[in-house]
């Protein structure tokens, strides 16, 4: 075997055979804090170690402030069971739910060594040349494809995501790629009055997206059906994966905007140019081009009716741009 990560430690016969502790408790006491970790949309994501299994696990809790809020509440328990509910090789394994020494709701989850796509493409947009190398245009669209087969799945379970974006998809160490945050997902028999709740201008999610000097990260993200506050469903999703696919590829968002409301317009009445044309770190084949245009279309009824036919045009046109790759050299 190859030597491993620092982060990821070798199995010991010490920490799999020794007799559980004398003190043990199967509660919120096995677990001992390490550290804070990023991420965690509006709930507090943090690094803890279970003593009874020996693996660091994370644990998303919500924050002080939003404790007592039952729209939080709701939110984190319909994240843990979506999640868990869905085990999809692309969704990161749930482990508990229950309260904490506070008597507070949290979940435990697997913790996973790795970075958001976001911050991977910011650094190909710096150029940076060791991620370049890493994240080609393939090993990128590859993460399209496992993103794409997560959401496909939960689609197929009758739960719309809602909130895809690069900074919920994770990338691991090696090359794994989980679909994360589903705590604002749509699931059956829930009603557009509370997507609206969500979303409306006294939700704490709004007031986030509206902050002077923040990346507006899910309006560049959101359908027109979502912006209208009208019935969404599958292709939703598809619209959202689409913008995803075409930053992938221009280094670009589609509909950025000077503020919120701007960036809504573009969404509603913007047909961004094809990334192709924008693209200048490397060459698109255009085919792409129109696999984001579908995808984009602002009808739904013009876009992609499955995540399935959206992600076999996608194959199919990474696997022309490896062939003529291949013939190349």
């Not at 506070?102 to 970075?115: D, S, T, V």
């Amino acid at each position: 075997m190859g030597k491993q990560k620092d982060s990821y430690p070798s199995i010991f016969l010490s920490g799999t055979d020794t007799e559980l502790p004398a003190d043990f408790a199967n509660d919120f006491s096995k677990f001992s804090y390490l550290s804070e970790l990023s991420g965690g949309g509006s709930g507090l994501l943090q690094a803890f170690h279970d003593k009874c299994l020996g693996r660091n696990v994370a644990i998303k809790r919500l924050k002080p402030e939003t404790i007592q809020d039952p729209r939080e509440r709701r939110r984190l328990l319909r994240e843990a069971r979506i999640t868990a509910q869905l085990g999809h090789p692309n969704t990161v394994p749930v482990y508990e739910i229950g309260n904490d020494d506070q008597g507070n709701l949290y979940f435990a989850m697997k913790k996973i060594e790795g970075e958001d796509l976001f911050k991977i493409l910011t650094r190909i947009a710096r150029q940076d040349r060791v991620t370049r190398e890493i994240y080609n245009l393939d090993t990128l669209l590859e993460i399209i494809v496992q993103v794409g087969n997560a959401v496909a799945y939960a689609h197929a379970h009758g739960v719309i995501h809602r909130d895809l974006k690069p900074e919920n998809i994770l990338v691991g160490m090696y090359g794994a790629v989980y679909v994360m945050d589903w705590g604002i997902a749509k699931v059956w028999g829930m009603s557009n009055e509370s997507y609206a709740e969500d979303f409306s201008p006294q939700s704490d999610l709004y007031q986030r997206l509206t902050i002077s000097g923040q990346r507006p990260g899910t309006p560049l993200y959101m359908s027109p059906e979502q912006v209208l506050n009208r019935h969404i469903d599958e292709r939703s999703d598809i619209f959202s994966m689409g913008v995803v696919l075409y930053e992938l590829l221009a280094l670009r968002e589609p509909f950025r905007g000077k503020n919120v409301d701007e960036t809504f317009q573009k969404i509603l009445s913007h047909d961004p140019s094809p990334p192709s044309q924008v693209a200048t770190h490397q060459k698109i084949p255009k085919k792409f081009d129109d696999i984001c245009a579908k995808a984009l279309a602002k009808k739904p009824a013009e876009r992609y009716q499955s995540m399935i036919e959206f992600l076999q045009q996608v194959r199919s046109v990474r696997a022309e741009a490896m062939q003529s790759d291949a013939t190349q050299h």
